[in-house]
C-alpha cells in the first residue's frame, strides 16, 4: 500500500473516529493494520474503537499486541482502556504510568517538595482542587456534597477550574460552596502555578488523570503536599503526586506496593456521595421497555468495560437462569448488534439482552431502581454507576481484583454495610448471582437494607465523609509539619 493512500485512510479514520462513527473508523484501522501491522500507535486506535462498539474479532490479538510491545519492545499505551484490560496487572499499570511521566517531565525537571513557610497563615488550612469537571459530572456528583460540608471556620476550599464554563445548576452549587472560585482554562500551567502559589496553597488535591495537561502544574510542585483524590482509579507513577487517597478496601496495605504514592486512607469508602442526588421516582418497567416478569439483570456502565471473559461469565449465569434478561448501555448501535451476536454465539437468545440510551441523571437513578441485581465488570468496575445502583436500591455484584479500579465497588459494597456482595473469584461470583436470582427473600432484604437506611449508610453520610476527609488532610499536614521540624 502506498504511504499516501495509508495517510489518506488514517485520516479519514480519525474523521469518523471524531464524528462518533466508531465502527467506520475501525474497519479503516483495521485494513490498515492487516496491511501494515508495525504501527503501536493504529493498533491502539483500533482497539480503542473495537473496545467502544465491543467487536471482539480481533480483540486478543490486539491486546497481545499492546501488551507485547509494553513489555518486550519498551512501548506504552495510557489510558482508560488499560484499566479494562484483563492483559495488564497492577505492576504493570504502574510502569505505564512512570512511563509516560517520564517521557512527558524528565525527573531532573520535576522541581523538589516545596517547604511550608508562610502557608497556613489565616489559621485556616488552605485546599486547592485543580480539576475540569466542576459542572454537571460525574465527578462533580459525587464531591458537591463534601464541598458544601466543609468547616469554613478551620478551612478555605479554592477550586481552580480548567474547564468549560458551563453554566448549570451543579456548577451554580459549586460556585457557592467553594470559599474562592478560580476560572484557569484559558492560561497556561505556569500562571496557574504563580496562582496557587500566591493564594497560599497547603494541600493541593489534582481531580484528573495523567493525561491531562494540567498534570504538569504538579510537577512544578506549588504546594507543599500534593494529592491525587477521586478522579484517575489508578496511581501517577511520579514523585509530582505525594498521597494517593484511598480506603482499607481499594488498597489494602498488601497492595500498596502497587503504586508510586503514599496511600492515605479514609475509614469507609474514599468516595464520597451527594445526599441531595435525585431519589427514585415511581417508574414501570413497561414505560423502559422492559419485561414486568424477567428478572432484570442490569449493567449501564461505558460499553468499553465489558470485556469477551466478563461477558462469558454474565451468558453463563444467564442460560443458568431462564428466567433472567440483561439491561445494558447503548451508546452507539453497534453495539446492540455486537453483544446480541456475541450472547448469540455463547448460546443465549440475544432477544434476552435489553439495551437503554444515555439519561440525565434523575432518570437514570429512576430506571435503575427497576432493575433486580447490578452486575458489575471486572477488571474495571462501575464507580458512579455502582454507587448510583446502591442509591437506588438496586444490590451490586462485583468481583474484586488486584488493582484500584476492580476494587471500588467492592470499598461502595463496604461503606453500605453489604460487603458480602464481593466475590473473589469467577465461580464464586456466578454462584453468589445465583443465590440472589433463585432466593427472592434475600434479595428482598438487600434492597430494603439499602433503601431503609439510605440516609444513614456511611457510603451516604456525607457529614461523616465531610469530617473525615477534613481530619485525613489534617494529619497529612501535621506529618509534613512535624517532619519540617515546624508547628501547624
Known amino acids: 500500500m502506498k504511504q499516501f493512500n495509508k495517510a489518506a485512510m488514517i485520516e479519514s479514520a480519525d474523521e469518523y473516529c471524531k464524528n462518533g462513527e466508531l465502527d467506520r473508523a475501525r474497519r ?9 501491522p508495525v504501527d503501536f500507535n493504529l493498533i491502539g486506535k483500533e482497539l480503542v474503537c473495537s473496545l467502544n462498539v465491543c467487536n471482539w474479532q480481533r480483540y486478543d490479538y490486539l491486546q497481545r499486541v499492546l501488551r507485547d510491545t509494553f513489555r518486550h519492545k519498551g512501548g506504552f499505551a495510557i489510558g482508560e482502556p488499560l484499566l479494562a484490560s484483563p ?5 504493570d499499570l504502574l510502569e505505564v504510568s512512570r512511563r509516560h511521566m517520564r517521557g512527558l517531565f524528565p525527573p531532573q525537571n520535576v522541581r523538589a517538595q516545596r517547604t511550608l513557610d508562610a502557608t497556613a497563615s489565616t489559621g485556616k488550612l488552605r485546599v486547592g482542587f485543580l480539576g475540569a469537571d466542576f459542572y454537571n459530572q460525574a465527578t462533580m456528583h459525587l464531591m458537591i456534597g ?22 448549570d445548576p451543579l456548577r451554580q452549587r459549586a460556585v457557592q460552596a467553594f470559599d474562592r472560585f478560580r476560572c484557569v482554562s484559558d492560561i497556561e500551567n505556569d500562571e496557574i502555578v504563580r496562582l496557587i502559589e500566591q493564594d497560599g496553597i497547603d494541600i493541593l488535591l489534582f481531580l484528573r488523570n495523567l493525561t491531562d495537561p494540567r498534570v504538569g502544574v504538579l510537577t512544578q510542585r506549588p504546594a507543599p503536599i500534593q494529592v491525587a483524590y477521586l478522579y484517575n482509579p489508578s496511581g501517577f507513577g511520579a514523585p509530582a503526586v505525594d498521597f494517593l487517597i484511598a480506603d ?11 503504586y508510586s504514592e503514599r496511600i492515605a486512607r479514609l475509614p469507609f469508602s474514599y468516595q464520597p456521595n451527594d445526599r441531595q442526588r ?3 421516582q415511581d417508574c414501570t418497567r413497561l414505560e423502559l421497555g422492559l419485561p414486568e416478569d424477567r428478572f432484570v439483570l442490569v449493567n449501564l456502565g461505558s460499553p468499553f468495560k465489558v470485556t469477551p471473559a466478563m461477558f462469558d461469565i454474565w451468558c453463563r449465569i444467564l442460560r443458568e437462569h431462564p428466567q433472567c434478561v440483561l439491561w445494558l448501555l447503548q451508546t452507539n448501535v453497534a453495539v446492540a448488534e455486537n453483544l446480541r451476536l456475541e450472547a448469540s454465539l455463547r448460546g443465549v437468545d440475544p432477544g434476552r439482552l435489553y439495551f437503554a440510551a444515555l439519561e440525565a441523571i434523575p432518570r437514570h437513578i429512576t430506571r435503575l431502581s427497576c432493575a433486580d441485581l447490578m452486575l458489575d465488570t471486572h477488571p474495571y468496575g462501575g464507580h458512579t454507576g455502582s454507587s448510583d445502583a446502591l442509591w437506588a436500591g438496586v444490590p451490586v455484584l462485583t468481583l474484586v481484583g488486584e488493582t484500584f479500579a476492580s476494587r471500588v465497588a467492592a470499598s461502595l459494597l463496604n461503606a453500605a454495610g453489604l460487603s458480602e456482595l464481593a466475590a473473589h473469584s469467577e465461580t464464586e ?20 437494607h439499602l433503601v431503609s437506611r439510605r440516609m444513614n449508610l456511611p457510603l451516604f453520610d456525607v457529614c461523616s465523609y465531610a469530617r473525615d476527609f477534613e481530619n485525613l488532610l489534617l494529619d497529612l499536614w501535621s506529618e509534613r509539619s512535624a517532619s519540617d521540624g515546624q508547628l501547624s
Open 28 to 36: 479503516i484501522y483495521q485494513k490498515v493494520n492487516e496491511w501494515d
Open 87 to 91: 492483559h495488564f496487572t497492577a505492576d
Open 146 to 167: 463534601l464541598i458544601e460540608e466543609h468547616d469554613r471556620n478551620r478551612f478555605e476550599y479554592i477550586a481552580y477550574d480548567s474547564g468549560p464554563s458551563i453554566d
Open 248 to 258: 482499607s478496601v481499594v488498597v489494602p496495605p498488601e497492595f500498596e506496593h502497587h
Open 278 to 280: 435525585p431519589l427514585p
Open 429 to 448: 461470583y456466578v454462584d453468589m448471582a445465583g443465590l440472589l436470582i433463585e432466593d427472592p427473600r434475600a434479595l428482598a432484604a438487600y434492597r430494603s
